[in-house]
């Protein structure tokens, strides 16, 4: 049997050009991730998102003692644990939404992959590219709603890497230097910010 | 077409209403640069030279930042109208933002006049940047940026309008060569979006051939007053700029993104308080949606100038970026208007998805009360909490101080007031409206003028007769001089002690 010019072997299995082009990226992507997975260990205290609901309280007081002079209903209708909770809780989602910070997880080629699967599925309207979306959305719910630092980190960061995984099919498509120049920003960028200073706390190696 | 004249001015009059409604109350006091550029001002209106005698001069030097001088002249005419006060010095900024909304709407037109929305999405970006907390923050503050904002709009719209007009090319490059005139973050956004207006329409522009000269002539003689006063125009860059700070390509990285955060758009603002409202971002929560669907949709979008949209969103934080610290709305600003015509393409977008009727109602309705809950919620933090919670950064206290001052300085020998809130002199000049002319021959040594005495850490009598001192609340000298009167801004906290010594 004769075979494609443009056909490759991987662990003994046939595949195009395209293919293994795509499988590289897979892999190079992993790779890229369980580096800076590895890096996080490091990581002595993580910095939480979680909203603690004494903040919620907190705040109504000090905005409802701003409030002097104005009638009280209508202080009530501007500052209540209702609207704190809504502002705060929408503080805590939104800075694990940082561009910064999803750049320090993701890397400069992770936001790029993390950017085109979020486009890729609005698009497509492919259900289970949703529901893995839906995914992401509950790490940053679990993260917002749990006092456990680490846990909601890790499973934030795992989520998003999965996720940005999706957009290979669209990365491959990209100038084979364009990919390489990216992957090599992406270890200088891992590297430079070795303190992950946007999530950790306190770092044991310096 | 009448209707949709009598909408614009509408959302106009809006704008109006909300950036000149107590402008010369809230903020509450005018801050130190206000002050400064005011009495420059008005020193031009009374000598044609600024504080220091200079003669019309091409930089304002005020307190050794050489700030481009444009937005000084422009306070001139305010002055002649409403004397020196504070409504008068923010009086043009509020009146540029007011047309910086007009000129949204044509700016957003023209971007999208292939899509038979374009006067729904004009509109609606209209609307929003009218009421955009970010926009009227500054509309309502003397800043030079603001001022910038102004131009680049007005320059980039005209810029879209000169495909087929060579005048009106000119007159987009007379508003840039202005721009540049404005504010000293104007000196790197300029030629930012200059270059992705080249390089986006080159075809259009290469067919002007020769007669592109004169534009870019008039570019480059806008740019006289920074070349020919290049070491002071820089003053400001290297104080502020990364380049003479450890890790600077880090620093710009991170600077960049940080812009981009929804927690400093939308929750949290920049730490600095005469940007935002405690406890608002610097847009609205509910213009989040709106602009997540409006960058989707702007990109299915067959307008020609969607990469020039693009261009905006991505290229406007490279001034904030080259400084610190990040993030920073004043010099991200160059942000403005693009956020609110991202928000009107989602919002034109969801309102016209072919989707069941009731789930787009049940939608905009969840959309619309969310939107007035933030708005009015805006407007109580801003009239309510902000002059309280924010007195001590607009220099609250200082106005009544010198008014006191003034109506009882010629009891005394000297007056010594205490510089520890910084440049107490421009606040007497000011508000005591000295003669400029009178001022100019004393302007060099800032420690003294008139009978006015200005002290560090402590204040030594070196003339006989009855002194007068103003120090800081928290300053005590051992043993206790006679208080004749203490001062407290708006939010009843002690600011100065005023004493009589002999």
């Known amino acids: 049997?004769?075979?494609?010019?443009?056909?490759?072997?991987?662990?003994?299995?046939?595949?195009?050009?395209?293919?293994?082009?795509?499988?590289?990226?897979?892999?190079?992507?992993?790779?890229?991730?369980?580096?800076?997975?590895?890096?996080?260990?490091?990581?002595?205290?993580?910095?939480?998102?979680?909203?603690?609901?004494?903040?919620?309280?907190?705040?109504?007081?000090?905005?409802?003692?701003?409030?002097?002079?104005?009638?009280?209903?209508?202080?009530?209708?501007?500052?209540?644990?209702?609207?704190?909770r809504f502002v705060l809780t929408v503080q805590s989602m939104t800075s694990m939404l940082d561009a910064r910070l999803l750049t320090d997880v993701l890397g400069p080629?992770?936001?790029?992959?993390?950017?085109?699967?979020?486009?890729?599925t609005i698009k497509t309207k492919k259900i289970l590219g949703i529901l893995h979306f839906f995914i992401v959305f509950l790490a940053v719910l679990f993260a917002t709603f749990t006092p456990y630092a680490k846990q909601g980190f890790y499973l934030w960061a795992v989520a998003l890497y999965s996720f940005s995984l999706r957009s290979s099919k669209t990365i491959v498509k990209l100038p084979t230097w364009l990919i390489l120049l990216l992957v090599v920003a992406t270890f200088w960028y891992f590297s430079f910010s070795w303190q992950l200073e946007s999530f950790c706390h306190d770092i044991f190696f310096n | 077409?009448?209707?949709?004249?009598?909408?614009?001015?509408?959302?106009?009059?809006?704008?109006?209403?909300?950036?000149?409604?107590?402008?010369?109350?809230?903020?509450?006091?005018?801050?130190?640069?206000?002050?400064?550029?005011?009495?420059?001002?008005?020193?031009?209106?009374?000598?044609?030279?600024?504080?220091?005698?200079?003669?019309l001069p091409l930089t304002f030097r005020a307190f050794g930042d050489y700030n481009p001088a444009l937005s000084v002249y422009l306070l001139v005419p305010a002055i002649v109208v409403f004397g020196l006060n504070e409504f008068a010095v923010r009086f043009p900024s509020a009146l540029l933002g007011t047309l910086t909304v007009l000129l949204t709407y044509f700016l957003a037109k023209k971007l999208f006049e292939e899509t038979k929305y374009k006067f729904s999405i004009a509109h609606i970006s209209a609307l929003l940047l009218a009421i955009s907390p970010w926009h009227l923050q500054f509309s309502r503050y003397d800043h030079e940026a603001n001022f910038m904002v102004f131009f680049v709009v007005l320059g980039t719209t005209l810029f879209l309008f000169s495909k087929n007009n060579y005048r009106v090319l000119v007159l987009s490059a007379i508003s840039f060569a202005a721009t540049l005139n404005t504010y000293q973050g104007a000196k790197i956004w300029v030629p930012v979006i200059l270059m992705a207006l080249v390089l986006i329409y080159k075809k259009q522009?290469?067919?002007?051939?020769?007669?592109?000269?004169?534009?870019a002539l008039i570019v480059i003689v806008g740019a006289?007053?920074?070349?020919?006063?290049?070491?002071?125009?820089?003053?400001?860059a290297r104080s502020a700029g990364i380049f003479e700070k450890e890790e600077p390509v880090k620093l710009f990285i991170s600077g960049y993104l940080s812009h981009f955060s929804p927690n400093f758009l939308f929750v949290t603002p920049d730490n600095i308080g005469r940007h935002s409202i405690p406890g608002m971002g610097h847009l609205?929560?509910?213009?989040l949606p709106l602009i997540l669907a409006g960058i989707i949709f702007a990109i299915r979008s067959k307008t020609p100038h969607k990469k020039f949209l693009f261009a905006w969103l991505l290229l406007a934080p490279i001034p904030a970026a080259l400084a610190t610290?990040?993030?920073?709305?004043?010099?991200?600003?160059?942000?403005?208007?693009?956020?609110?015509?991202?928000?009107?393409?989602?919002?034109?977008?969801?309102?016209?998805a072919r989707t069941s009727f009731k789930f787009k109602a049940t939608l905009l309705a969840g959309l619309a009360i969310v939107a007035a809950y933030n708005m009015v919620t805006y407007f109580h933090l801003y009239y309510k909490h902000y002059p309280k919670l924010k007195a001590a950064d607009w220099n609250d206290g200082h106005k009544e101080m010198v008014e006191y001052v003034d109506s009882i300085k010629d009891n005394y020998e000297v007056i010594a007031v205490s510089n520890y809130y910084g440049h107490p002199y421009i606040f007497v000049l000011f508000y005591s409206k000295y003669d400029p002319a009178a001022y100019h021959s004393q302007s060099q040594d800032k420690t003294k003028f008139d009978k006015f005495e200005f002290f560090g850490a402590s204040w030594d009598k070196k003339v006989a007769g009855t002194a007068l001192v103003v120090r800081p609340h928290w300053q005590k000298p051992d043993p206790p001089p006679k208080y004749i009167k203490e001062i407290y801004d708006t939010a009843d906290t002690l600011v100065f002690r005023i004493s009589e010594e002999e």
């Open chain 2, 284 to 287: 609205y929560i509910f213009e």
């Open chain 2, 1 to 55: 077409m009448i209707s949709r004249n009598i909408l614009l001015i509408l959302i106009l009059t809006i704008a109006a209403l909300l950036r000149f409604y107590q402008l010369g109350h809230n903020p509450p006091e005018l801050y130190v640069d206000e002050v400064s550029n005011g009495y420059n001002a008005y020193s031009i209106l009374k000598t044609a030279m600024d504080e220091y005698g200079n003669f």
């Open chain 1, 109 to 120: 080629l992770g936001v790029l992959a993390f950017a085109v699967s979020v486009y890729t």
């Open chain 1, 1 to 84: 049997m004769t075979v494609p010019a443009d056909t490759y072997f991987l662990f003994g299995k046939s595949m195009d050009k395209s293919k293994l082009k795509r499988a590289l990226v897979v892999f190079v992507l992993i790779v890229l991730f369980s580096f800076r997975l590895w890096q996080t260990t490091g990581c002595q205290k993580f910095k939480s998102f979680y909203l603690n609901p004494q903040a919620v309280t907190i705040k109504v007081e000090e905005d409802v003692g701003t409030d002097r002079g104005v009638d009280r209903n209508i202080s009530r209708f501007f500052h209540n644990k209702y609207q704190s």
């Open chain 2, 205 to 215: 522009l290469l067919k002007w051939k020769l007669k592109l000269l004169i534009p």
């Open chain 2, 224 to 236: 006289i007053p920074i070349v020919t006063n290049l070491q002071q125009s820089t003053i400001r």
């Open chain 2, 325 to 352: 610290p990040t993030p920073h709305a004043l010099r991200s600003i160059t942000f403005l208007p693009i956020f609110s015509i991202l928000a009107a393409i989602g919002l034109v977008a969801i309102i016209t």
